[in-house]
């Protein structure tokens, strides 16, 4: 007799594989990001040029300035993109935030803190919150970058199976919480930098976004208190749904001979020296706090104000501090930086591993740079801004429209800064246009981006959990895998919409200083 467990699993498996293939298929024939935006950039050429042939123009609500179209094809866009080619490049804003932030986080990456602080968390939940507990620690994942793929959701099944539990529950459930909170989290990260920076170059499209400013903590409220919610209902998904429709694994999870094994136990060694990080990082953070609480102190803003301050704005060193404390400390007494030199070494191969994303750049960044020289993208903006108002889509109805765009598009794009650097230029200065904060739109866009993540398979990370489902179950495949991560699409989608939409109604702070409504 077949087992009711996996009788569901096989008819899903075999409608979603072929619809899987099918997206398959179609996302592959999409070109390289690098080869995509080079092709936009090109159409953006021709586009720009022809619309200032035509005398095409806008004139932005509130000014009364009309703004010309140029074209890049012309004397005048050549001169111009000579001159600014290195400076559209080197002065990108996520570029240098990026690469401080990948040094300092691959330090406490490759000392071995984070992954120390994933299983010290998760090896101590009692059994009955260990799903809590699993979901929790990998919605704030997302400051390990992709490596939180890679490690977490199998510590997550050791820890299930050590505590008498399915160990595919804790391996399904944990993918499924570090793709849907993987723009959440109390943590801040790379992503973060990389977003806000393209936020901010896309506000610049207007010229009321000239001076607004971005810091790497405006969405930071709105991203901290999802991730309890997403921790919640993920919890909640493994418990009720996933677990109890589970066959029993018939492998033993072992890894294939000559892969290593990840271990879901913490040594003493190690518990010292995550304990010593910790108190580091804490005194650090302290003597940082006191400095700026203090009367008169250089590190608060104008008339002492403590928002905005250089305390916000400078926030990537800070947290740059912070983390080189963490990971230098941790290596010391993990005897795993054994000397001076092995620190400057794990910054050195994190910028390494960067190479792409900075290739990656150098055409995203002319892009950008020609979407504001050029008007395109304030004559989209404000064409956009115009039709959705005219048939009524404002308001948080036209920002829901906006997250299920882009989460129907992240099915096909998956690398988050190559669809945000599309999408940006377009519908950051458009929703200004509707009276939202650059930072609401982020917001909106963060939602879209780790929804349906998990289901796609342009997403290579898929792959490996379905390799490591094949320890516990050898005969699965990716329709079963698939199946049984659908389960929380709607669920994290929905969660996600929810926080963002209270933060709106209540018309609380996104971040520190970072509103949902312009002024």
Known sequence: MQDTATAPDTRAGRLLDRLMTGLERFGNKLPHPFYLFTVLFLVLGVVSTVLAATG??????GTEERLEVKGLFSGAGISWLLENALVNFTGFPPLGTVLLMMMAVGVAERAGLLETAVRATIARAPVRVLPYVVAFVACQAHVMSDIAMLVIPPLAAL????????????????????????????????????????????AQVLPMGAEMATHLLVNYFFTASASLLLALVGGLLITKVLEPRLPQPTGDGSAPEGEEEHS?????????????????????????????????SPLRGEGGALVP??????????????????????????????????????????????ASYIVLILV????IAVFNWSNVGTLLAVESAELLE???????????????????LNLFITSGSALWSLMAPVFVPTFMLLGMEPAFTQAAFRIADSA????????????????????YEPSAQLGTLMSRLAIFVVPFLV???????????????LGPGAGIHLE
């Open 159 to 202: 820890a299930f199976r050590a505590a008498g539990r399915n160990p595919v529950a804790g391996l399904i459930g944990a993918f499924a919480c570090v793709c849907a909170g993987y723009a959440a989290g109390f943590t801040v990260g790379a992503l973060d930098a990389l977003y806000v920076g393209i936020t901010e170059k896309a």
């Open 452 to 471: 349906t993540q998990m289901i796609t398979p342009l997403n290579p990370y898929l792959f490996l959990a379905l390799a490591l489902l094949k320890r």
């Open 264 to 296: 879901g136990e913490v040594t003493p060694l190690q518990m010292r020296a995550l304990l010593a990080a910790g108190a580091a990082v804490a005194l650090y953070a302290a003597v940082v706090l006191t400095v700026w609480l203090m009367p008169g």
């Open 56 to 61: 095409a123009g806008v004139t932005v609500p």
């Open 495 to 509: 969660t996600w919409l929810a926080v963002l939409g209270l933060f709106y109604a209540f018309d609380l702070p």
């Open 390 to 408: 005219s048939v009524g889509l404002t308001g948080f109805t036209a920002v829901v429209l906006f997250v299920l765009l882009v989460t129907v």
């Open 364 to 367: 995203i960044a002319q892009f």
């Open 309 to 354: 301050s250089p305390v916000l704005t400078g926030v990537v060193p800070l947290l740059f501090g912070a983390f080189l404390i963490g990971g230098v400390v941790y290596g010391v007494v993990a005897r795993t930086v054994k000397q001076a030199a092995d620190v400057p070494r794990m910054m050195a191969e994190s910028v390494t591993g960067m």
